[in-house]
């Protein structure tokens, strides 16, 4: 006769500490440690410390620190990572093949990294989680990105252009009432958000009443890629990474049952030369990174390219006078105040930078905002000017084999969303009251409010 057995208690009790466990190793591994050691090390003079420190407590972006850290030299070796500032050694870092995408905290060898990998069984799909894009490395890199690029060519794109100065031009209209009546509007919210969330929630094949969800998950998701945060805020991201995930599995399993003309259901029904689909876990990391990255970044642009066209009216004044400067402007925003601010590497094998020989196992921090004001590239780089005749030069887009998927898209969005609100508005005027958001590596504002005039 068999016995029937339920699990025990003390079964489900330990299984339960481990689920609890595992987010707390994780924080502390990934962030906890790093900002005690690193906030250690700026006290010390560290200027890689001081780095982390000042994008944590300040809003400004720390151009000063940059400008110190390129002083040092191509790569200045910093306590706990090699650090450039120099845009070409910036560029060097990331097409260097011994280098990879990303940097492994609380995961490898010994005892910290046994527990690391332990506690990351459970992470939450994420843009620096594998397989993403952002940290996957060839053939697998290679395989997947082919089946999303087609998409984002510059031809595509410009098959998009229509229907995206058709979505500016609306969401234009619908603030002409509070145009007229003087208030202030939030140009963050009520523009700079929802033109790239539409464009990417259509080419993925979002329904409409799903849109601000998506714009929800990606904001509240955006700090995943910043080191040293609070258990609090770790806590908040994750839970929105585990929600965003549960959301795009049954998003995806639309796409299955009744797929359309769009991105994704292509990516559905894409094979390989071989007949091999994308993995559902691939499937989801891509989907995710294309529709997060495909609008968060580009928010950073709009409202980054408004408060500087602001700031500067005679800049604003030789774009009036003359809007075929319009694309050469978006490419001078993108320098002087880009929507990401640095990327970080890891070495896989011995290797030479900038004559510099660096170890298997290093970090190497590559600061794009820092490279794109590097006066050996850029005259007077501190100046934002939009007939700089090399602003396109920068590496806001990265560079290499991860160079950006949707860098043509954010370009187009950024000449029609810039140009179309600067000429509907022409007296736009931004008000007191602007915020920044409070991401490390994202940057850009949270609030722009603004009389339009």
Same mark, same amino acid.
């Given at each position: 006769?068999?016995?029937?057995?339920?699990?025990?208690?003390?079964?489900?009790?330990?299984?339960?500490?481990?689920?609890?466990?595992?987010?707390?190793?994780?924080?502390?591994?990934?962030?906890?440690?790093?900002?005690?050691?690193?906030?250690?090390?700026?006290?010390?003079?560290?200027?890689?410390?001081?780095?982390?420190?000042?994008?944590?407590?300040?809003?400004?972006?720390?151009?000063?620190?940059?400008?110190?850290?390129?002083?040092?030299?191509?790569?200045?070796?910093?306590?706990?990572?090699?650090?450039?500032?120099?845009?070409?050694?910036?560029?060097?870092?990331?097409?260097?093949?011994?280098?990879?995408?990303?940097?492994?905290?609380?995961?490898?060898?010994?005892?910290?990294?046994?527990?690391?990998?332990?506690?990351?069984?459970?992470?939450?799909?994420g843009p620096l989680t594998p397989p993403s894009l952002l940290v996957t490395e060839p053939p697998d890199h290679t395989r997947m990105r082919k089946l999303v690029t087609r998409v984002f060519s510059v031809k595509a794109v410009q098959r998009l252009r229509d229907r995206?100065?058709?979505?500016?031009? *609306?969401? !234009?209209? @619908?603030?002409?009432?509070? /145009? #007229? &009546?003087?208030?202030? %509007?939030? =140009?963050?919210?009520?523009?700079?958000?929802?033109?790239?969330?539409?464009?990417?929630?259509?080419?993925?094949?979002?329904?409409?009443?799903?849109?601000?969800?998506?714009?929800?998950?990606?904001?509240?998701?955006?700090?995943?890629?910043?080191?040293?945060?609070?258990?609090?805020?770790?806590?908040?991201?994750?839970?929105?990474?585990?929600?965003?995930?549960?959301?795009?599995?049954?998003?995806?399993?639309?796409?299955?049952?009744?797929?359309? *003309?769009? !991105?994704? @259901?292509?990516?559905?029904? /894409? #094979? &390989?030369?071989?007949? %091999?689909? =994308?993995?559902?876990?691939?499937?989801?990391?891509?989907?995710?990174?294309?529709?997060?990255?495909?609008?968060?970044?580009?928010?950073?642009?709009?409202?980054?390219?408004?408060?500087?066209?602001?700031?500067?009216?005679?800049?604003?004044?030789?774009?009036?006078?003359?809007?075929?400067?319009?694309?050469?402007?978006?490419?001078?925003?993108?320098?002087?105040?880009?929507?990401?601010?640095?990327?970080?590497?890891?070495?896989?094998?011995?290797?030479?930078?900038?004559?510099?020989?660096?170890?298997?196992?290093?970090?190497?921090?590559?600061?794009?905002?820092?490279?794109?004001?590097?006066?050996?590239?850029?005259?007077?780089?501190?100046?934002?000017?939009?007939?700089?005749?090399?602003?396109?030069?920068?590496?806001?887009?990265?560079?290499?084999?991860?160079?950006?998927?949707?860098?043509?898209?954010?370009?187009?969005?950024?000449?029609?969303?810039?140009?179309?609100?600067?000429?509907?508005?022409?007296?736009?005027?931004?008000?007191?009251?602007?915020?920044?958001?409070?991401?490390?590596?994202?940057?850009?504002?949270?609030?722009?409010?603004?009389?339009?005039?």
């Open positions: 006769m068999l016995l029937r057995t339920t699990p025990r208690p003390v079964a489900r009790t330990t299984e339960a500490l481990r689920s609890a466990a595992r987010p707390a190793v994780r924080w502390g591994l990934g962030h906890a440690l790093p900002r005690t050691v690193m906030g250690s090390a700026a006290r010390r003079g560290d200027l890689h410390g001081q780095l982390l420190v000042a994008s944590s407590t300040s809003a400004d972006a720390p151009i000063e620190l940059f400008d110190a850290i390129r002083a040092q030299g191509p790569i200045h070796r910093s306590r706990y990572a090699y650090v450039t500032a120099t845009l070409p050694v910036v560029r060097e870092v990331l097409a260097n093949p011994d280098v990879r995408a990303g940097v492994d905290l609380g995961t490898g060898a010994g005892p910290l990294g046994r527990l690391g990998t332990w506690a990351h069984r459970t992470t939450p799909m995206t100065e058709e979505i500016a031009d *609306d969401l !234009l209209t @619908s603030l002409e009432q509070q /145009a #007229r &009546d003087g208030r202030p %509007v939030d =140009l963050v919210e009520a523009y700079c958000a929802l033109l790239p969330v539409t464009v990417i929630a259509e080419i993925l094949g979002v329904p409409d009443s799903e849109r601000h969800t998506v714009l929800e998950f990606g904001t509240a998701a955006a700090p995943s890629l910043d080191l040293g945060l609070s258990w609090g805020r770790f806590r908040t991201v994750e839970r929105a990474l585990s929600s965003f995930e549960r959301w795009l599995v049954d998003h995806i399993e639309a796409k299955r049952r009744d797929p359309g *003309d769009d !991105l994704l @259901s292509q990516m559905v029904a /894409a #094979r &390989d030369d071989d007949g %091999v689909a =994308l993995t559902d876990k691939e499937l989801i990391a891509t989907a995710g990174l294309v529709l997060a990255a495909g609008f968060e970044t580009t928010v950073n642009l709009l409202s980054n390219g408004i408060a500087l066209l602001h700031e500067h009216p005679e800049q604003r004044a030789l774009l009036a006078a003359d809007p075929d400067r319009w694309p050469n402007a978006v490419e001078e925003v993108l320098r002087h105040d880009p929507p990401v601010l640095l990327t970080g590497r890891t070495v896989v094998r011995d290797t030479e930078i900038a004559g510099t020989r660096v170890p298997r196992g290093a970090v190497v921090t590559t600061l794009l905002a820092g490279a794109n004001r590097d006066p050996e590239v850029f005259a007077d780089p501190h100046r934002f000017d939009v007939t700089r005749e090399n602003a396109a030069d920068h590496v806001s887009f990265s560079a290499g084999r991860h160079f950006c998927l949707g860098a043509a898209l954010a370009r187009m969005e950024g000449q029609v969303g810039l140009q179309r609100v600067t000429e509907r508005f022409p007296h736009l005027r931004l008000v007191p009251g602007a915020t920044r958001r409070d991401t490390r590596i994202l940057r850009g504002f949270h609030t722009l409010p603004a009389v339009l005039g």
